[in-house]
């Protein structure tokens, strides 16, 4: 038996075109917002080594639920890709290829799973609820650390002799980050929901 599809928020608000033209105009539109949304929220750095705190996560995740498994992922794909490619829109408006090979390339990664993630369970209905939004959120959060924990701890620092290390990349990459997180698994959480009332 297949699961069924709802759609996610977006669907409802911006319907599909009536030709399948018009629907791909509007799928690439919303795919480059989400791309947008994620640079912006980038830019919302406080700095701290090796791993900033930023609005990324927020993004992410609510690019996710907004625009479903496809369209999510397309929007973080694009991210990387044009970030990779030298376009300053990583954290403190860094962009290029060491990024993605330096610190925080896992996370980058991991934000295009876990859009997808929390996109293909919001199209199912997961979204209309703050409860089982959260679980959502919490499964895409894990998602993100369960690529970036991993490449940070192989990473090896400028002038290091040795990678970080699994004990450090917890101290630095997610032990000082889980409030920030659960606050904004809470932000996501409260708007989804919010916009099927």
């Not at 629907?23 to 989400?34: C, E, H, P, S």
């Not at 980050?177 to 996501?188: P, R, S």
């Amino acid at each position: 038996m297949h699961a069924v599809r709802y759609g996610t928020i977006v669907d409802r608000v911006v319907p599909r075109g009536e030709t399948r033209s018009s629907t791909l105009v509007r799928d690439i539109i919303l795919v480059l917002a989400g791309t947008g949304l994620v640079s912006v929220l980038a830019q919302v750095a406080i700095p701290w080594f090796p791993v900033p705190f930023t609005g990324q996560t927020l993004a992410v995740l609510l690019v996710g639920g907004l625009l479903g498994a496809v369209r999510g992922a397309l929007s973080l794909i694009v991210y990387f890709v044009i970030g990779a490619l030298g376009a300053p829109i990583f954290t403190e408006q860094s962009g290029g290829w060491d990024v993605i090979m330096g610190a925080t390339g896992g996370y980058i990664i991991g934000f295009i799973l876990a859009a997808a993630a929390v996109g293909w369970l919001a199209e199912r209905g997961a979204d209309r609820r703050v409860i089982s939004m959260m679980g959502v959120l919490l499964l895409g959060n894990v998602i993100i650390y369960a690529v970036g924990v991993p490449w940070l701890a192989n990473w090896t620092p400028p002038g290091a002799e040795a990678a970080f290390g699994w004990s450090q990349a917890y101290e630095f990459g997610v032990q000082p980050f889980i409030l920030g997180d659960l606050l904004k698994l809470a932000v996501v959480a409260a708007i989804l929901p919010a916009g099927w009332v």
